[in-house]
């Protein structure tokens, strides 16, 4: 019998272990963990023999995850993109799971020997297959830079699509193994109490949320706020499955309801650590359940699912794609991205399996189908292309034909300028161009815009900047410069990364919304970065100073000198509510007042004697009164003192605490 520190122990040396092999193979850390659940689960070494109370410890794993999901559920990016997460996604979900059925009632039909099975368990299963894995697919896009193409997008939409549906089967399936009664008045019963559960928390919570936040946030103590966290997200799921809900509704719902709030993104990175620790556990846990004997006495079946499953998926998702208007190789890399099985997958046979809604060494079959399908995953991703180029004759044809015309329309150009978009802003650019009679091309992924500016006589043409193939067909080796209009900064960041391994000393300007991501795009080799925001603000500036009557040779200083600063002053602003927070926003500095209370700690020191974090954070100036005073080490603080804080959100953040202690 274990002590509970040797559990303990193992638990976490084996996660320790497995994670860091699968990392170092470049694999996602959910495989590590089932792959420790059945080298330590009871069908293999046995370390660990009693598996019941760390399933209810695991449980609340899928909780955090829930909770999660409501977290970054953001109606704006659905309504954004309805028609492809309600239209391609609905009809993927849908669509898959009504095959399900058919297939597997059609199996069990003409092979009565592997058992019987429902409707019922059919549907609960094909719930389990429909779902794709974000986890690994969204990653794989984001290294690869392609969550902004045509394909990114599709795939990020029924992905999306599909988080919000496992929350629908999460209450639909345990209504389907009730023996008793009408299936669809139960089912009918269980949507009907989860609207009014939805109507009230969101009615009544969100303002509930977001002041209870505000007083608790108030009190500036990071233990407080997240012991509250943990309560809101406990409560919600206590109250839902007190209504006859899953816990996994509830603690969408409280994500959902902070998500509206301002702390959405301290909330995230707070509950993060548990999330995936608790995470880590409950796919131990589902590795436990695999009996690696059964699975190798039906290899052919395991064999024969993952096929089947996978072609089917990537058939469906293709289909689908191809459906909705995209081109024949966008449709076959959304289907190979969404042909694998998902996190939710297991989250949903985890529930089947608890519910005993089919055969255990079915069960057992499925699960090891599903853990290799998404083993093959990132290798499927990574080779999609070329699967592209092997299997659709057309999509190779039509790049090579318009890269073709490109290059030949290139060809006699020199020091030209390229442009990375044709929007509004490269349009402007393109028409100053031509007024200094500078030749340029221009390259953008808007088909009804290229065909329409290139009527007009304009050098664009319909290509995707992010490809280095485009770059050299629009003559980037003899180029003056490149000019990258895009707001994105993941598309920004993909045209640089190649420009700069195709040219590196091409001189490339960067248009950018804000200076959130200065320093990332200026990394990454950007030459000039220009932020759209702190350019208008010297703008309205010299506007300003003109009307006042500054001679315009100081107007003209000013603005060189903020430029050759990289707009040093200019970068650092007060934030209100209503501000994005960047999403390195950890290291993004910002400016922050405090007045210092009666009795404050820092009343009667100098600023010398404070011993500031000076690499996160220093004072900027120190207003009493109406005067305005120099910082220096010597300076005096005493009680009223308005200081002005420049630095980190952690660096402020640790002042604030060391001066008001």
Known sequence: MQSSLEFVLLMLGSAVIGVVIFRYLQLPSILGYLAVGVVIGPHSTGLVSDTQSLEGLAEFGVVFLMFTVGLEFSLPQLLAMRKIVFGLGLAQVTISIIGSIIITLSIVFVLPQLGTTTWQAALAMGGAWAMSSTAIVSKMLAERMELETDYGRRVIGVLLFQDLAVVLLLIIVPTLAKETGDIWLIIGMALGKTALVLVLLLFFGKKLMSKWLGIVAARRSQELFMLNLLLMTLGAAWITEQAGLSMELGAFIAGM???????????????KSFRDVLLGLFFITIGMMLDMNLVLQYWWLVLLIIVSAFLYKFALAAWLTRLFGASKGVSIKTGLALAQAGEFSFVLVNQIAGLDMVEPWLLQVT????????LAAPFIILNADKIVMRFSANEWIQQSLELTKIASSSMSLQRHVILAGFGRTGQNI???LEEEQIPYRALDMDLERVRKAEAAGANVSYADASRRESLVAAGIHRASSLIVTFANINTALRVLYYAKELAPNLPVIVRSYDDSDFDRLKAAGADEVVPEVIESSLVLTSHAFMSYGVPIQKIIKR????????????????????????????????LHSL????GAAAAGKTVGELDLPSSHVEITMV??????????????????????LRGTSEGIA???ELLMK
């Open 654 to 656: 640790a002042v604030d």
């Open 595 to 598: 007045r210092l209370p009666e």
């Open 430 to 432: 393109a028409t100053l």
């Open 257 to 271: 309801l902070i998500s509206e709030t301002r702390y959405k993104n301290e909330v995230d990175v707070d509950i």
């Open 623 to 644: 207003r009493r009164g109406k005067e305005r005073i120099v910082v220096t080490d010597d300076l005096v603080l005493r009680e009223d003192d308005v200081l002005v």
């Open 559 to 590: 603005v060189q000198a903020a430029r050759a600063s990289r707009y040093a002053k200019l970068r650092e602003y007060f934030h209100g509510e209503t501000d994005a927070v960047p999403t390195d926003s950890d290291s993004y500095w910002r």
């Open 367 to 374: 699960m090891a189908s599903m853990v290799l399908s998404m």
